[in-house]
């Protein structure tokens, strides 16, 4: 029987979005690189497998969600679970990636040797049960930013109390009978405002429970711009052109919620006011107290969640809990919700590393110490980078950026005969900051088991893919910050 490769130039982690992106990179730009993808589940998807729940949705536009080497071609631009799933399956057989992931192969602990100038990875194999070795010279993170195991899931008072089923998103029973029921969903967020719409027309009532207001946007679920291009131009092209014209709307709105942020408030709850109207109290249940964009917006496509609420199916509470009943929730107000089943969308656990146990030279990593090199590298650990998108903008952006840089970095040090590239940070260099500089509770939470950004280039993150996007492609891959060296040096 012949034995399994386990050495490679490149062992990329997960075999979501970003993975399914690092390996067309690698085979495009780096064809000389060995390279596996590394998937601890059973097949490929990541978020888009993992979440199981009505209604299972893009809150990015597709043309920018998407990879920029695969066009969208759907008409829609806000895509459902499956549809994204049947993309990324796409996308593997195009790029004969099949035989490159491996599944059910979960990295456990990574270890660097400088004087080897390697990786050694120990690999869960459920498949066969044993506990496998892997090295590699290069290691890319791309399982993603949140504990897949776990989703933040808050014990409230007299918990038990309740005589229903209680369920978070993250894990959820596909067998779930919620026809005619009365339904409680605890959070405001984009999967609450995804399953409130989708269960609305089977439920008896469906109320979303949030303790302050969230910002939405209403519109169509069609890009008539995008489609109309399509229609003039060949596919790449129109998906290119989408593509900017969606980057550059998004940089242009998120640029008038800093400038102008009142100005942006009034535009967006103006919106819920078109289609709830002004007898709705919008003032406690849809106007934060927050500005815009200091937390996540929420996309609502062809105003599904309010047409919900009109319908008379679905409501909204402000509102903070006391404790469960055996028949639903009472509220700090005196109020009580009646509840068949209770839905906790109250978010995921931020997680870096993937999780994995990372040591360099026997002394252990902990990523909180750490400053982010680009926002994909770390100060003092050698030839690792993570894969992440934007806080404000598609995840795919980010992705498909840090792959590029990977793969130039990869081609950099083999034309000159380097073995390992360390950040180091230089001289001036203060800690200023979060890796995320987000106010989102899933945000707040982890700070402890965040990187920090740095007080200058190129340690401080922009969040911004056009600055991205011109330093990846035509910036320098040196700077007196990252070190390079042989083995035998």
């Known amino acids: 029987m012949e034995t399994e490769q386990t050495n490679f130039d490149v ?26 993808i590394l998937e601890g589940r059973e097949t490929f998807g990541g978020t888009w497998d993992l979440f199981r729940y009505p209604g299972i949705r893009s809150d990015s536009d597709m ?8 066009p969208w071609v759907d ?31 979960k990295v456990i602990t990574s270890s660097w ?44 008072k ?26 409680v969903i605890i959070g405001s967020g984009a999967t609450a405002v995804t399953i409130v719409p989708a269960m609305a027309d089977q439920v008896d009532h469906i109320t979303m429970l949030q303790r302050s207001p969230t910002y939405f946007m209403a519109a169509p679920d069609k890009d008539m711009i995008g489609n109309f291009l399509k229609k003039i131009f060949r596919q790449k092209t129109a998906y290119f052109l989408t593509r900017w014209k969606n980057i550059l709307m998004g940089n242009f709105f998120y640029n008038q919620c800093v400038k102008n942020p009142e100005k942006v408030k009034e535009m967006l709850i103006n919106g ?13 249940h849809f106007t934060p107290k927050y500005k815009p964009w200091d937390e996540r917006l929420c996309f609502v496509p062809n105003a599904d969640l309010f047409e919900a609420m009109k319908a ?51 002394s252990k990593i902990n990523i909180s110490e750490k400053l982010a090199y680009k926002g994909r590298m770390f100060n003092d650990i050698p030839n690792l980078a993570c894969s992440f998108g934007y806080a404000r903008a598609s995840w795919t952006l980010g ?66 893919y056009l600055s991205d996007v011109t330093e990846v492609r035509w910036g320098s891959i040196t700077n007196d910050d990252l070190h390079f060296k042989t083995a035998n040096q």
């Open 75 to 105: 008409e829609r631009f806000i895509a459902d679970g499956p549809s994204i799933i049947e993309y990324l399956d796409e996308t593997i057989s195009e790029n004969n990636l099949k035989d490159k992931i491996r599944y059910r192969h």
């Open 312 to 362: 008379g199916k679905a409501s909204v509470v402000t509102d903070h809990i006391d404790e469960f009943t055996e028949t639903g929730i009472k509220l700090k107000s005196g109020k009580e919700l009646d509840a068949d089943i209770i839905i906790k969308a109250t978010g995921l656990n931020l997680q870096f590393l993937n999780g994995i146990d990372v040591k360099v030279d026997n």
């Open 113 to 156: 040797s400088s004087s080897e100038s390697k990786w050694t990875l120990e690999v869960e194999n459920s498949s066969s049960g044993t506990t496998d070795k892997y090295k590699c010279n290069f290691l890319m993170l791309c399982g993603g930013y949140y504990n897949y195991e776990e989703g933040h899931n808050p014990d409230f």
């Open 399 to 464: 992705a498909d950026l840090s792959s590029e840089y990977v793969c130039k970095l990869l081609n950099y040090m083999g034309k000159h005969g380097y073995d390992s590239c360390t950040p180091v940070k230089g001289e001036g260099v203060e800690e200023e900051g979060t890796y995320l500089n987000l106010s989102s509770g899933y945000v707040t939470r982890a700070i402890d088991r965040m990187p920090k950004q740095g007080s200058k280039e190129p340690w401080k993150g922009n969040q911004s």
């Open 272 to 284: 819920v006011k078109d289609h709830l109207g002004e007898d709705y109290d919008i003032d406690t």
């Open 158 to 183: 007299n918990q038990d109390q309740f005589d229903g089923p209680i369920i978070h998103p993250q894990k959820w029973p596909q067998d779930l009978d919620y026809k005619n029921k009365k339904v």
């Open 63 to 70: 043309h920018t969600m998407g990879f920029r080497f695969k």
């Open 11 to 36: 062992i990329v982690v997960g075999a979501g979005i970003s993975g399914i992106g690092a390996g067309h990179h690698l085979q495009e730009q780096c064809p000389n690189k060995s390279f596996v």
